[in-house]
């Protein structure tokens, strides 16, 4: 189930909300629909049923409201269907009971329970209850309301299904109705966050209800949240049946991916293709077909999900697309990345394409930017850019005035009161978010007493991007030993290095998903073979540290998208532009994150899950609103030695099943300098030798079933110390860390390091085995919430983290700093 947790919200009235998004349109015939008489008595006779169940009620508003809709015609041209969703909370009445709106000559069979995502156009969810079980409601739910789950179930239902719609759609933003009881509340969802009316008391007005219905219907589709750049194909068009064609195994074309596999001559004496028209002047690309990829773009082509013609750059280039291979996030909110394997309409070449929404105040390049100024330099083993461009709507009268639309000036943006229920990261809409894929917050809003007497409000606009590249790579996943796996991270690190060197860019977000292989045809000794080379993809946040070739970035707007992969400064640290130590020590967690999972290791298999949930998944959340890495990744660092639990040491065995890997050397050489990197910073730090108060507490408070504080005994960066011990003088790193230390300043010491363990010739074989994580594994990142941090000596009074709360919530309705 998705969650909007942390989603920006803006609470409007409703006449503002008719006014922006759905006017009364001067073309159309004049008309006030209203709800029957009959009908507004038939819900008031319902909602007088105390007795009955908060599930049956609902759903007995949304037979009568659906029937009205039908047979009175309220939304012309659209017909609504609904559908019952189990809760996931274990009282039955937290059901979602929620309505589509179709278009008539597009609306599933009524024989058909099965939702069609790709043609909704509105969504409608009816709930019961009144204000405790609004998620909107502007006075929030406490801790301890009962009905918080009912809340947090309520929206959940709602924007899973319209990530669903998202997903399925090309679409900029999507309307819905949320109506609880006698009140409504109209919404706007796109990926900025949620726009959403005060509740209205709908059997008071009867207007209401039906003038919203006929006013979205009588809008157009770019006024209704579909993107007009994204053309959908019809089953009988010629652009769908070359899909098809393309998709089916071609034995002259098709060629084998696999590392040192010969190639045939080339070209083949019979080609097996699909009618075509006639090839394009640039079609000069070489046909050939690596099996993956033609794999991958079969499996696109899945039945109930639609193809579409996209435009990408300023010329307008068209490709095809069907299911994306990749979507990169769970929630609606943010970026939502989607990428494809797509069909060039001018080549006729299969292209990797990216769909993605930029925070409008972030200041990264553009990935297309930052692979335009690689093009050219053959040692950079990065895509090739085809092209790229942000998306540009047409503009009307009526989307002109839309907040937040795509590629347009956003309305001012202006400090908002902000809640959060849950965790104190106060926040400003319209403004940019230091963790922009942080769901740990609740929904933010104004403060219902002012929303009447400002200005519009608007949410933090985002800008729509696309761009394509050639190449399209296999997972990294899909090396054969563990030399393979070695000499790929490699090569990507010497990738890095270039970039840094000659372009001044740190990449920013080193992850397995960015480390990809790309199988090459190369001639050797008169014949064509298959190279594997590690490639370095989504230069997305790519960070320019010096005034080179391009224009210098702050890293102040650039966030942490692979938290389990970031270094344990740069989690601690989010604020502070990242360095190449911290590159490199995300290097590291990619290696060990494959290693663990793949290869032979003394660690039992049964740990393998939970070792990747504590060591990459978990953080430690302050009540001031900081965080820092996991006490295992902690420990491990600080120790230069890898154990989990009642494994003392892990270690990684050859063929042969002993524990005599050439791997255990490079990490371990490559632990000590993660080691003389955090001893020497914490040295500096507390140059007299007192540790006083770090980013890695001392001393930590736990709450017991009693409700007293207790202090339990933690671990400082350098070694493991008693309780008692922690005020004792620290000990200086030696000459020789501050050397290690200063060794990953630069790429130079780890390349080295890297080329002599990947020369050795003692690597095995046959190491590989299969992944042993579990399938049921979904990675959730995790936060042990550390209520209190108390200096050692320091005298300092404990704080309870109710009175933190209040404390912080009070900062933040007076618009002050709330993490001091």
């Not at 069979?109 to 069609?116: A, K, L």
């Not at 000590?672 to 108060?693: E, I, L």
Request: hydrophobic residues 35%; proline residues 6%.
């Amino acid at each position: 189930m998705a969650s909007c947790v942390g989603a920006p919200t803006v609470v409007v009235e409703l006449d503002e909300f008719e006014e922006r998004f759905l006017p009364a349109l001067p073309t159309l015939h004049p008309r006030t629909p209203s709800l029957a008489t009959g009908i507004v008595s038939h819900l008031q006779t319902t909602l007088s049923r105390t007795s009955e169940s908060r599930l049956n009620i609902k759903e007995r508003i949304g037979t009568i409201l659906l029937s009205a809709i039908q047979n009175y015609n309220l939304a012309e041209g659209y017909h609504a269907r609904g559908y019952h969703y189990a809760s996931e909370t274990q009282n039955s009445d937290d059901a979602a009971a929620i309505a589509m709106l179709y278009p008539k000559e597009h609306a599933p069979s009524i024989r058909t329970e099965q939702e069609d995502w790709s043609r909704v156009q509105m969504i409608i969810q009816f709930e019961s209850g009144g204000a405790p079980y609004d998620p909107y409601h502007e006075d929030g739910a406490r801790p301890e309301d009962p009905s918080k789950g009912a809340r947090v179930a309520a929206r959940d239902s709602l924007l899973s299904c319209a990530m669903s719609t998202f997903e399925y759609q090309h679409r900029v933003f999507l309307y819905g109705l949320y109506i609880n009881d006698r009140h409504l509340r109209a919404i706007r969802l796109d990926h900025s966050g949620v726009m959403t009316t005060k509740p209205v008391d709908y059997l008071k007005d009867p207007s209401v209800l039906p003038r919203l219905l006929w006013r979205f219907a009588h809008l157009t589709d770019a006024q209704k949240g579909a993107d007009t750049t994204a053309t959908r194909l019809n089953e009988t068009s010629d652009d769908y049946r070359l899909m098809s064609e393309l998709g089916k195994a071609n034995v002259d074309l098709d060629i084998d991916y696999e590392e040192g596999a010969s190639l045939p001559p080339f070209p083949g004496t019979s080609r097996t293709t699909a009618p075509q028209p006639a090839p394009s002047p640039r079609a000069t690309e070489d046909p050939r077909v690596f099996k993956h990829v033609r794999k991958m773009f079969k499996n696109s082509l899945c039945r109930s999900w639609p193809r579409y013609r996209l435009k990408v750059g300023e010329e307008g280039r068209e490709f095809l697309v069907a299911m994306p291979a990749m979507i990169s996030s769970s929630s609606l909110f943010g970026r939502g990345c989607r990428a494809y394997v797509a069909v060039d309409c001018l080549t006729r070449q299969f292209v990797w394409l990216k769909d993605s929404w930029r925070p409008r105040s972030e200041c990264s390049r553009p990935e297309g930017t930052v692979l335009a100024a690689f093009a050219g330099d053959s040692k950079l083993h990065v895509p090739t850019l085809v092209c790229h461009g942000y998306v540009r709507q047409p503009s009307t009268p009526v989307t002109a005035r839309l907040a937040s639309h795509v590629m347009q000036e956003p309305q001012t943006p202006r400090k908002m009161k902000t809640r959060s229920g849950g965790q104190e990261n106060a926040q400003v809409l319209g403004m940019k978010r230091s963790r922009e894929d942080d769901c740990e917050g609740e929904g933010l809003q104004p403060s219902p007493k002012k929303v009447s007497r400002r200005p519009p409000q608007s949410l933090p606009a985002y800008w729509h991007y696309r761009f394509a590249v050639k190449e399209i790579g296999l997972d990294l996943e899909n090396f054969a030993s563990g030399w393979q796996l070695v000499r790929l991270i490699f090569e990507c690190v010497r990738i890095h290095s270039r970039a840094y060197k000659e372009y001044g860019l740190l990449h920013g977000d080193i992850s397995p998903g960015n480390i990809l292989i790309n199988p090459v045809a190369t001639w050797k000794d008169g014949k064509e073979v298959i190279v594997w080379h590690g490639m370095l993809i989504d230069w997305e946040l790519a960070q320019c540290v010096r005034d080179n070739k391009l224009t210098k970035v702050g890293g102040d707007d650039v966030p942490i998208l692979s938290w389990e992969y970031a270094s344990m400064n740069r989690v601690s640290n989010p604020r502070n532009m990242t360095t190449v130590e911290d590159e490199l020590e995300a290097f590291f967690y990619v290696l060990l994150w494959y290693a663990i999972r793949y290869m032979r290791h003394t660690l039992p298999s049964r740990s393998v899950t939970p070792f990747i949930t504590d060591f990459y998944d978990t953080f430690k959340r302050y009540s001031n609103g900081g965080f820092t890495c996991n006490d295992l990744r902690t420990e491990i660092i600080a120790k230069a030695r890898l154990h989990y639990r009642d494994t003392a040491e892990i270690l990684f065995c050859d063929d042969g099943n002993a524990p005599a890997h050439p791997l255990n050397g490079l990490l371990f050489e490559l632990l000590r300098r993660f080691q003389a990197r955090y001893a020497v910073m914490q040295w500096n730090k507390h140059p007299n030798g007192d540790p006083g108060t770090t980013q890695y507490p001392q001393k930590l408070v736990d709450i017991t079933t009693a409700g007293r504080p207790v202090l339990r005994e933690t671990h400082n960066l350098a070694s493991r110390r008693p309780l008692a011990q922690t005020t004792r003088s620290m000990q200086a790193p030696s000459a020789k860390m501050h050397d290690m230390a200063r060794s990953l300043q630069s790429h130079k010491g780890v390349v080295a390091l890297f080329a002599e363990w990947v020369l050795k010739n003692s690597w095995p074989l046959h190491d590989k085995v299969c992944d042993r994580l579990s399938k049921t594994y979904v990675y959730t990142r995790r936060f042990i919430d550390v209520p209190a941090v108390v200096v050692a000596g320091s005298g300092a009074a404990l704080v309870s983290m109710e009175e933190l709360h209040r404390k912080r919530t009070k900062l933040v309705e007076n618009g002050e700093d709330a993490s001091r």
